[in-house]
């Protein structure tokens, strides 16, 4: 019999194509890499450059949403770009996909969005997978039970001509976490206060298993919101198990197994777990009954604490940026913007949360609230619910899908100075516009703060939570 | 000069947990090549919204040709993958970095490009932090920073990494001599 292994070993082992020495890494098979506007245009020139193929073009899958415009195009077709520059990105995109054969999901497809929303939308993201990006979030195709990392444009350019990659080995790092979440806190709040806990360099060289009840009672929307900021503890990668959630997930969708091959699938899928006795390089343990609804009041992820709590001391840039005094609540701390979206919460579920929360409500007087749906389907999913109708009626902007305000690279950003609570995942300094104070927050939280105006805890909104 | 043998001075950015967005805001990616990028190091600390430099811009007094290697707090290159870090960084004149801690994705594309990201133990770091305008020698070969009126110190450096660094060895190629292996590995995959 064969010694426990952890998950991430199992899907490792998988894809050796030459096992790491003492002198090289390991040469690593990639079933999928995804692939955008942004970090992709000099991996291709590269590629020509070289004189080289592309590899396997079917194991590509291509979107733009960095540099997109969240409005929609005019009569004429035409898109607000917020330089030409930015055209010129995704017509590149265009141009390499079409001379390379790769898929691209372009302004005329229904499913195109968010890449990290879009390939899991589409079942291309399934258990077992080595998956790879160009974008520090990939990790959330963990969510899934697949070993999915980040890439920089040299290994993208690897990637195309190879379709491996060297990588040595990396570090275990387990985080269990088990009992029922309280009302009004989200998997948001748990990821959120696992970085706050083990802070932003916690998990370098690590990948991250999350185990333990609290995740398995988590839909998938909430497990990719958990796995989407495993680098913001400095990890590879985070990977939760796949379940019957995951494989009923997965079923239909276009790109996922059909027929017989859905049973064969699912069977190896169900083999892809930690075994008993299998021990991690660490372990960390959380109480689910202590997570509340959490926040940022820094300038990195890890500067976190509960809604209610009061900010701490010892920062005096983070404070200093973020107009904070240390001691004081950041509850009620006036709110400029509103951000619901981002590769983290943009999903049917978030819209969902931060939907019952807008129901009946209006956005308050001088706060602007802007709510981006990760994808096409998605968009379509809430608007068929009638979501889109209750934003709207709050005086919300409800807009096409894209990174949007995340990053800010398509030109949506906030005014120096302004407070923005924001689903996304980075609070850096400037990271939403120059000057611009970010706090991260829950669905719940963010649409909370958008109808009072002010950080607001969402547990002190009657009827928010059940 | 060697690739593998750097000498200069240091200079001080005495900050921890330098993300990428700082090294290279998000509005400078839209680019489709990769030069040009020395105004865009660090842009919002050495610039204001209107482009004119900031009067309390941290690299003010940098000298650019003699202080080549940057020393900066732990975590650096946190963030975003943008391999634009790494591009603006040389770019802008630095050819090596010395930190007590790199993020992963930034020390992968750092030496991907030839900019050296050199990880000291705290001690070392808090000296140089201490100690503006030191003179350093990096040896990549044998793997061995000294510091001039401090001392000489190991620091960790996978061998592939340092042998592809000292010989011009480019890691795709390396990868593709392995063709057949790829080629059997799919096939007795099924992929």
Redesign the interface.
């Known amino acids: 019999m064969s010694e426990p292994s952890t998950l991430f070993e199992k899907i490792w082992q998988?894809h050796v194509?030459?096992p790491e020495t003492?002198?090289?890494?390991a040469?690593l098979?990639v079933?999928l890499q995804l692939l955008h506007e942004?970090?992709s245009?000099?991996a291709f020139?590269e590629l020509e450059r070289?004189g080289?193929a592309l590899?396997r073009p079917d194991r590509h899958l291509a979107t733009i949403d960095?540099?997109t415009p969240t409005t929609p195009a005019d009569k004429h077709g035409e898109y607000d770009w917020?330089?030409a520059?930015?055209r010129?990105?995704v017509e590149?995109l265009y141009e390499n996909c079409e001379k390379h054969g790769i898929e691209l999901h372009g302004w005329d497809s229904p499913n195109r969005g968010i890449v990290h929303v879009m390939g899991p939308e589409m079942g291309a993201t399934q258990p077992g997978m080595t998956i790879v990006c160009?974008?520090?979030h990939t990790a959330t195709h963990g969510a899934f039970g697949a070993l999915a990392f980040?890439?920089?444009?040299?290994?993208v350019?690897?990637v195309l001509?190879?379709?491996?990659l060297?990588q040595?080995k990396p570090k275990t790092l387990g985080i269990r976490v088990e009992g029922d979440l309280e009302p009004g806190v989200t998997p948001k709040d748990v990821i959120l206060h696992i970085i706050g806990r083990i802070g932003?360099?916690g998990g370098?060289?690590s990948v991250i298993e999350y185990f333990g009840s609290t995740f398995r009672a988590m839909d998938m929307a909430g497990r990719m919101t958990v796995c989407n900021m495993s680098?913001e503890c400095?990890a590879?990668a985070g990977l939760i198990a796949p379940d019957e959630t995951t494989f009923s997930y997965l079923q239909d969708r276009p790109k996922a197994p059909s027929g017989a091959n859905w049973d064969a699938a699912v069977a190896d899928w169900r083999t892809l777990k930690t075994d008993p006795g299998a021990e991690f390089d660490r372990l960390v343990e959380i109480d689910a009954a202590g997570i509340e609804p959490s926040v940022t009041w820094g300038i990195?992820p890890?500067m976190v604490m509960g809604v209610g709590g009061s900010v701490p001391d010892g920062e005096p840039?983070a404070l200093g940026y973020m107009q904070l005094q240390a001691g004081s609540p950041l509850a009620g701390e006036s709110v400029d913007v509103v951000f619901i979206g981002s590769c983290t919460n943009s999903r049917l579920s978030d819209l969902r949360a931060a939907a019952a929360v807008f129901r009946g409500r209006q956005v308050a007087d001088g706060t602007r609230a802007l709510v981006v749906p990760g994808s096409g389907l998605t968009k379509r999913q809430a608007e068929a619910e009638g979501l889109d109708e209750i934003f709207r009626a709050a005086g919300a902007e409800w807009r096409e899908p894209g990174c949007s305000m995340c990053?800010?690279?398509n030109g949506d950003i906030a005014q120096?100075g302004e407070l923005v609570v924001s689903t996304s995942n980075?609070n850096?300094?400037?990271?939403q516009g120059?000057g611009v104070r970010t706090v991260l927050a829950s669905p719940l939280t963010a649409a909370a703060s958008a109808v009072t105006g002010r950080v607001t805890d969402p547990r002190e909104l009657p009827e928010v939570t059940p | 000069m060697s690739r593998a043998l750097i000498e200069s001075r240091t200079f001080n950015l005495p900050v921890k947990n330098i993300d990428t967005d700082q090294i290279i805001p998000a509005h400078f990616l839209t680019m489709t090549g990769r030069e040009g990028l020395d105004r865009a190091c660090f842009f919002a600390w050495r610039f204001n919204e209107d482009g004119s430099d900031k009067a309390d811009n941290p690299l003010r007094n940098h000298d650019r040709a003699r202080q080549q290697v940057l020393v900066t707090g732990e975590n650096f290159g946190c963030g975003s993958s943008r391999e634009h870090a790494p591009w603006a960084l040389l770019d802008y004149g630095f050819r090596a970095v010395i930190s007590s801690r790199f993020a992963d994705i930034f020390r992968g594309n750092a030496l991907k490009n030839g900019l050296l990201p050199i990880t000291v133990d705290e001690a070392v770091a808090n000296w140089l932090l201490d100690n503006p305008d030191t003179v350093v020698a990096i040896d990549i070969e044998n793997r061995s920073l000294k510091v001039r009126g401090y001392g000489r110190f190991d620091f960790p450096m996978d061998p592939f990494s340092a042998y592809c660094l000292v010989r011009g060895i480019d890691p795709l190629d390396f990868i593709l001599q392995g063709a057949d292996d790829i080629r059997r590995y799919e096939e007795s995959h099924g992929k």
């Open positions: 998988r194509v030459r003492d002198e090289t890494p040469v098979y079933d942004v970090t245009p000099q020139s070289r080289l590899r960095h540099s917020t330089t520059q930015a010129i990105q590149t160009g974008d520090s980040g890439i920089g444009t040299t290994e350019g690897h001509a190879s379709q491996c060297l040595s932003v360099g370098t060289g680098i400095g590879r990195h890890g840039d990053l800010g690279m120096p980075r850096f300094k400037g990271r120059p």
